[in-house]
């Protein structure tokens, strides 16, 4: 196990953005700033041990701060869709704010994903990671409570990457945060991820208006473009669900227990990923809304359906959803959740 710590760019408040990487045993190298949480690069070798870096992303922090969809990002303080950006909690109302269409999204306009969070490495024997944490004040983004916020990147040479959320706050909130990378496991810029083979260990999904906010419905998947309860090929039937694959899936799981969620291979380089979580759902994003606009790392350009993203999460809208598991957090209780990206081929 090995860390590098080095200095990838500046705010334009003056605040030093460190990139630090992450290696193991395995040629796994994974790449993590302390901007925004988020994960710049993860190189995992095919099945001949050939290196390609999986996710996108940019080579330099000025294309990060550019504008981007949340690339490789740690999302919070509430990953997915809150309707109107409204909830109430404890006879109050709150307002967060509105940033998708007439909804919230992904934590506000600056989110987790575009503030600095104070970081250290660590390393054991078994592992070697990064530690960030976040003071988010009472109000930000209209949230209540001043939360404080940790979460642990690590690498291990079993191909894992571990990531492990914990925050507590000092008012009742609501929190639901998730790693958003978009991944290619062909390698990123190399075309469209619709021969990647999926599996997702779900029985239902929370349907969605137009603007992708839970009706309130769970709905089973089966007979639907929707069941991978069995592998398919995420090509095999995206023509027909319109705009492509965004969905929160319903996963079968205990609460809390942390279990096998989905499976991806990818036949041309044999690389596989498997995401475990303690989360009780999952959304699968074939980035629907990539046009080709934005260039990435190898210089290509990132087209639609480019990389999928499998963000561990609450479902989209719980706060106004009282069937749905709770995201409430209160004072004296801790949020803690964990997902694992493991990598072979
Ligand atoms: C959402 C998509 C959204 C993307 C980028 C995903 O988590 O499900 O609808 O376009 O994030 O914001």
Request: hydrophobic share 35%; proline share 5%.
């Amino acid at each position: 196990m090995n860390i590098k710590r080095e200095t990838f760019g500046q705010t334009p408040d003056g605040r030093d953005v460190i990139l630090f990487t992450l290696a193991n045993g395995q040629n796994m190298v994974v790449k993590i700033m302390n901007y925004g949480g988020i994960i710049t690069a993860i190189q995992a070798p095919d099945k001949d041990g050939n290196l390609a870096d999986i996710v996108l992303g940019f080579n330099t922090f000025k294309e990060y701060q550019d504008g981007h969809p949340y690339f490789g990002a740690l999302v919070g303080r509430y990953a997915n869709r809150i309707a109107q950006g409204r909830f109430a909690l404890n006879n109050q109302t709150y307002q967060l704010a509105i940033n998708n269409g007439p909804n919230h999204i992904h934590g506000g306009i600056s989110g987790f994903d575009k503030v600095v969070w104070e970081a250290h490495e660590f390393m054991n024997g078994a592992e070697a990671g990064v530690e960030l944490q976040y003071h988010s004040r009472d109000g930000e983004e209209g949230y209540p409570g001043n939360l404080a916020v940790k979460v642990r990147y690590s690498l291990n040479d079993n191909n894992e990457l571990r990531i492990t959320y914990q925050a507590t706050s000092d008012k009742p909130t609501i929190i639901n945060l998730t790693q958003h990378s978009y991944f290619n496991l062909s390698g990123e810029g190399s075309g469209d991820i619709l021969d990647h083979e999926i599996a997702i260990n779900a029985d239902s999904f929370t349907v969605v208006d137009a603007d992708l906010i839970p009706t309130g419905e769970i709905r089973s998947v089966k007979g639907s473009p929707l069941d991978f309860t069995t592998p398919y090929r995420i090509g095999d039937r995206i023509q027909n669900v319109p705009g492509g694959y965004d969905h929160n899936y319903v996963l079968n799981k205990s609460q809390n227990e942390l279990a096998l969620a989905a499976q991806v291979r990818d036949p041309k380089s044999g690389r596989r990923m498997e995401v475990y979580t303690t989360q009780p759902g999952i959304q699968l994003y074939t980035a629907n809304f990539l046009d080709g606009t934005l260039g990435g790392k190898s210089g290509k350009a990132y087209q639609k359906h480019g990389a999928f993203c499998l963000e561990t999460q609450h479902f989209p809208d719980s706060p106004n959803q009282p069937h749905f598991p709770a995201t409430v957090l209160q004072p004296g209780e801790t949020y803690d959740q964990v997902t694992v990206y493991k990598f072979n081929v």
